[in-house]
C-alpha cells in the first residue's frame, strides 16, 4: 500500500473541515423533522442588530490593534537583531497563558472597586463605569488578539530588503516618502493578513463579551452559543446564524485578498 | 543526482514515518481491546453528574466512587457537566451511553416526556423509603416512576448588609426593581432563572403555557434592565465578594461559601414566593447496566454515604435522616433547611414545549439588545455593502492594470 503525502491532507481536510462544513450546512437548511428548509435562515435576519454590533466592534478592534500593532512592529524591526527574539518573545508571553484567565484578568482591573478605579477615586478623580460597555468589550479584544496583528507585521517588515529604503534616501526621498512610498506598501501582505488575523476571531468571539459587557453587550458568539447551550436546543437555527457569519467572514478576506494582489502586482510592475 | 537522491530519501523517511504512526495506532487498539476483554466480567458504570457534586475524599470526605467499587467491585468512569443544556446537548449528539445522571427538575421532564429515560426498578432501590414524602411524586415526574432526589435547593436574594438599608424581612424580589440600587443590582444571566423572577412578581405560574405572560414578564425584564449592572452567573461570587455589587439572586447552595467569603452578604429566601430545585437521579434508556445502576442510585441514598455528599456539596438533602445527623448551625440554617410555608410557597419548574422554550430564547435576547435597532433588512443590506466592496476592489484593481 502505498500513501502519499498528499493523502493525509485528503483525509485530514475530509475528516476535520468537510464533514464538519456539510454538517453545518445540513443543518442550517433543514428543520427538526429533517425536511428542507429556509426558515432558518429567514429568522437569522431577527437578529441582525447583533450582526451589526459584532460587526462594529470587530473592526474597531481591528483598526485599533493595526494603529497599535503597526508601529510596534515597526519598532522592534528596527532594534538591533540580537534583541528582537526577547521583543518578540515578550509580546508573545500572555499568550502562553489562558485566554479565559487573561480576560477575567481584566475584569478585576477595570471594576467600580477595581484597580484603576481605585487609583482614580485615591487622587480625587470619581470612578468612571469601565465595565460592562462596549468599550471595554473592544479593549478586551484588542488585549487578547494584538499579538496576531504584531507578528505576520513585523514579519514582512524585517524581509524587506534595507538596501531599498537606502536607495530612496540616496535618492532625495524624505522620511515620510519612504515610508508611504516603500515601507508601507512593502508591508501590506502583512497588514492584510494580520487584520485578516484579527478580524475573524473578533467578530466571532464570545467569552469576551460575556464576562467585560456584563452580559447586556450579546455578540454573534453568544447567539451561536445560545443555540446549542441556552434554553431551548436548536442547532439548526445556531448553524444558519454560524453560515451567515462564514459568508460574511468570506467575502471579507475576498475583499482583503484583492488589495493584497493588487499590492504585489504593483511590487511586481516596479521592480520591472 | 543528488537532488532526487533527496527527494527519494525525503520520501522515505515520511512513509516510514506514517508507517510508524499506524503500527503505533494498531498497538494501542490492541491493547485496550485486550484490557476491555479481560474486564468484561467487571462492569463499569458511566456517571454524568455536575461539577464538584459528588464527595471526593477531598476536604476530609469520603471519597464516595472509590466506596462504592470498594463494596461492589463495579467501577464507575465519572465525568461531570456544566448545566442541564449542555447535559442535553450531549446526550442528544450520541458518543457516550451513561448509566446515571443527576438532571434538575424540569429537564427531567423534559427528558421523560421525549422517552430519554428509563423507568427505574424500585426493588433495586430499597433505600429510596429514606427520601421526605414531600419529596415523591414532584411535578415534574408525577408518578416518580423515573427519578430519585439527590438534593434541593431554593433561589435566595444575596444582599450587602451594609449596602442594603431594608432589613432581612422586608427583602423580596421587588428590590431587584428598586431605582435606589441602580447599577448594583447582579441579575441570573440564565432565561428560565430570570424569567421566574419577573413571573413570580407578576403572580404568575413559573410554567406558564400561556405566550401573553411571557411576553408580560419579559416587559418586567426590560423595566428593570437599566437598573442591571450585568447578567452573571458565577461570576456573583467575586462580583458579590468584592463588593462591587449590593444585590444578586441565586442559588441557596453556594450561601455557605459566599458568605463565609464576605461577612457583609446575607442572603434571604422571599417567603412570598421563589423557585425551589430538585436534582435527582436517572438511568437514561441505552444505559447498558441497568441494574448495577440501580445499585449505585441505592448506594447514593444509603444515609451514610448521602451525609458525606451533602456536607461536601452544601446543598439540602430530601433525606430528613441526613439533615438530623448534620451541624446544628446547619441543620436549623433557614438557608439550607427553609420552614414549610416558604416551601411550600415556592415553585418548581417544569418542562415546556419547545414553542415557549424558542418564545423565552428570542424574548431573552430582546431584553438584552433592548433599545437596539432590529431591522432584519439591515442584515440583507451589510452582506450587500460587503458584496458591492468587494466588487469595488476587483474593478480597481482591473483599471489599474
Redesign the interface.
Known amino acids: 500500500m502505498k500513501l502519499k503525502p498528499s493523502a493525509i491532507y485528503i483525509i485530514w481536510m475530509t475528516l476535520f473541515t468537510l464533514i464538519p462544513m456539510a454538517l453545518v450546512l445540513y443543518f442550517a437548511f433543514t428543520n427538526p423533522m429533517g425536511k428542507f428548509t429556509l426558515d432558518n435562515i429567514i429568522n437569522v435576519g431577527r437578529y441582525s442588530s447583533i450582526f451589526l454590533k459584532s460587526i462594529w466592534l470587530g473592526a474597531l478592534s481591528t483598526i485599533i490593534c493595526l494603529l497599535i500593532g503597526y508601529p510596534l512592529a515597526y519598532m522592534i524591526s528596527k532594534v538591533n537583531t540580537k534583541y528582537q527574539n526577547i521583543m518578540v518573545m515578550l509580546i508573545m508571553l500572555p499568550m502562553w497563558m489562558n485566554f479565559l484567565l487573561r480576560t477575567y484578568a481584566w475584569m478585576t482591573i477595570l471594576e467600580n472597586n477595581g484597580i484603576i478605579n481605585n487609583i482614580l477615586s485615591s487622587i480625587g478623580i470619581a470612578p468612571l463605569s469601565l465595565i460592562n460597555t462596549s468599550g471595554a468589550v473592544v479593549l478586551g479584544m484588542v488585549y487578547n488578539f494584538l499579538p496576531y496583528m504584531i507578528l505576520p507585521i513585523y514579519s514582512i517588515i524585517v524581509k524587506i530588503d534595507k538596501k531599498i529604503i537606502e536607495a530612496a534616501q540616496d535618492l532625495g526621498a524624505g522620511k515620510r516618502k519612504v515610508f508611504s512610498k516603500i515601507l508601507l506598501p512593502l508591508s501590506i501582505p502583512g497588514i492584510i493578513s494580520g487584520i485578516t488575523m484579527v478580524f475573524v476571531p473578533a467578530v466571532s468571539t464570545f467569552i469576551i463579551s460575556k464576562m467585560l459587557g456584563g452580559g447586556s453587550n450579546i455578540l454573534i458568539g453568544d447567539l451561536i452559543e445560545m443555540q446549542f447551550l441556552g434554553n431551548s436546543y436548536n442547532p439548526h437555527l445556531g448553524s444558519a446564524i454560524s453560515l451567515v457569519l462564514m459568508i460574511l467572514i468570506l467575502i471579507s478576506i475576498g475583499i482583503m485578498n484583492r488589495f493584497d494582489r493588487s499590492s504585489i502586482n504593483e511590487d511586481y510592475m516596479s521592480h520591472h | 543526482m543528488k537532488k532526487l537522491g533527496e527527494k527519494l530519501l525525503k520520501k522515505k523517511f515520511?512513509?516510514s514515518f506514517?508507517s510508524i504512526f499506524f503500527v503505533i495506532l494498531l498497538i494501542l487498539l490492541g491493547i485496550s481491546l485486550a484490557f476491555k476483554n479481560s474486564s468484561s466480567n467487571n462492569i463499569t458504570l458511566n456517571v454524568y453528574n455536575w461539577g464538584e457534586y459528588i464527595a471526593d475524599g477531598t476536604d476530609g470526605t469520603l471519597n464516595v466512587n472509590e466506596e462504592f467499587t470498594k463494596q461492589t467491585g463495579i467501577r464507575i468512569n465519572y465525568s461531570t457537566f456544566q448545566?442541564n443544556?449542555?447535559l442535553?446537548?450531549k446526550m442528544?449528539s450520541g458518543g457516550t451511553k451513561y448509566d446515571v445522571i443527576i438532571p434538575s427538575d424540569y429537564m427531567i421532564s423534559k427528558m421523560i416526556n421525549q422517552g430519554m429515560l428509563r423507568e427505574l426498578n424500585y426493588n433495586n432501590i430499597p433505600n429510596f423509603s429514606f427520601i421526605d414524602d414531600t419529596f415523591k411524586n414532584s411535578n415534574y415526574d408525577p408518578e416518580n416512576k423515573y427519578s430519585v432526589p439527590y438534593t434541593f435547593g431554593t433561589v435566595g436574594i444575596f444582599y450587602n448588609k451594609k449596602m442594603v438599608q431594608e432589613n432581612e424581612d422586608s427583602i423580596s424580589f421587588n428590590i431587584l426593581w428598586d431605582k435606589k440600587y441602580t447599577?448594583k443590582i447582579l441579575m441570573f444571566?440564565n432565561?428560565?432563572d430570570a424569567f421566574a423572577i419577573a413571573q413570580i412578581r407578576l403572580g404568575l405560574s413559573v410554567n406558564s403555557d400561556n405566550v401573553n405572560d411571557w411576553y408580560r414578564s419579559a416587559e418586567e425584564l426590560k423595566k428593570q434592565?437599566p437598573l442591571?449592572?450585568?447578567?452573571?452567573m458565577d461570576?456573583i461570587f467575586?462580583?458579590m465578594g468584592?463588593?462591587?455589587a449590593a444585590i444578586a439572586p441565586y442559588y441557596s447552595g453556594d450561601a455557605p461559601l459566599l458568605m463565609k467569603r464576605n461577612p457583609d452578604i446575607g442572603f434571604v429566601i422571599p417567603k412570598d414566593g421563589t423557585t425551589k430545585f430538585v436534582d435527582a437521579m436517572c438511568i437514561p434508556k441505552d444505559s447498558e447496566h441497568p441494574e448495577a445502576a440501580e445499585a449505585y442510585i441505592n448506594f447514593m441514598c444509603r444515609p451514610d454515604i448521602a451525609i458525606e455528599n451533602i456536607k461536601y456539596i452544601g446543598y439540602s438533602s430530601p433525606e430528613s435522616i441526613v439533615k438530623e445527623n448534620l451541624d446544628p448551625e446547619v441543620k436549623n440554617s433557614k438557608i439550607c433547611y427553609p420552614d414549610e410555608e416558604t416551601l411550600n410557597n415556592a415553585q418548581t419548574f417544569t418542562s415546556l414545549t419547545?414553542e415557549i422554550?424558542?418564545l423565552?430564547?428570542?424574548l431573552?435576547?430582546s431584553v438584552?439588545?433592548d433599545g437596539?435597532?432590529?431591522?432584519?433588512?439591515?442584515?440583507?443590506l451589510?452582506?450587500l455593502m460587503?458584496?458591492l466592496?468587494?466588487l469595488l476592489?476587483?474593478i480597481?484593481?482591473k483599471k489599474?492594470?
Open positions: 515520511i512513509m506514517i448545566s443544556e449542555a442535553y446537548a442528544q447599577g444571566d432565561p428560565r434592565k442591571v449592572q450585568s447578567y452573571v461570576q467575586d462580583k468584592n463588593n462591587e419547545n422554550n424558542s423565552i430564547d428570542d431573552w435576547v438584552k439588545t437596539d435597532n432590529n431591522n432584519p433588512f439591515a442584515l440583507v451589510v452582506i460587503f458584496v466592496l468587494y476592489a476587483v480597481y484593481q489599474k492594470s
